[in-house]
């Protein structure tokens, strides 16, 4: 069983930038491709970023170039770095872990972006 807790919502102004931060408890962190989904309101819930075992990375078109997602796995940890921000980007943020599907999902962190 793997527990994900997400931590660095907050409220910023467009053009600003926020760090993500997802820490995972259980073993076999490293083994897990991790990411990263959005829900805005109203909308369904959407891919954002994912990072594989081997440090892979796979980014949505409307975040590619503004956002980056990396781990760190002796903290158990994953990251997304949001840069150059958009009140399009204001959504809950959700941190999920697995092998071939996610299996496990975090409670999500608000990020509001004002225009």
């Known amino acids: 069983q793997v527990q994900l807790v997400e931590s660095g919502g907050g409220l910023v102004q467009a053009g600003g930038s926020l760090r993500l931060s997802c820490a995972a408890s259980?073993?076999?962190?490293?083994?897990?491709?991790m990411g990263w989904f959005r829900q805005a309101p109203g909308k369904e819930r959407e891919f954002v970023a994912q990072?594989?075992?081997?440090?892979?990375?796979t980014y949505a078109d409307y975040v590619k170039g503004r956002f980056t997602i990396s781990r760190d796995n002796a903290k158990n940890t994953v990251y997304l770095q949001m840069n150059s921000l958009k009140p399009e980007d204001t959504a809950v943020y959700y941190c999920?872990?697995?092998?071939?599907?996610?299996?496990?999902w975090g409670q999500g962190t608000q990020v509001t972006v004002s225009s």
């Open positions: 999920a872990a697995g092998t071939a599907d996610y299996h496990y």
């Open positions: 259980g073993r076999s962190f490293s083994n897990y491709v």
């Open positions: 990072i594989w075992s081997g440090l892979s990375t």
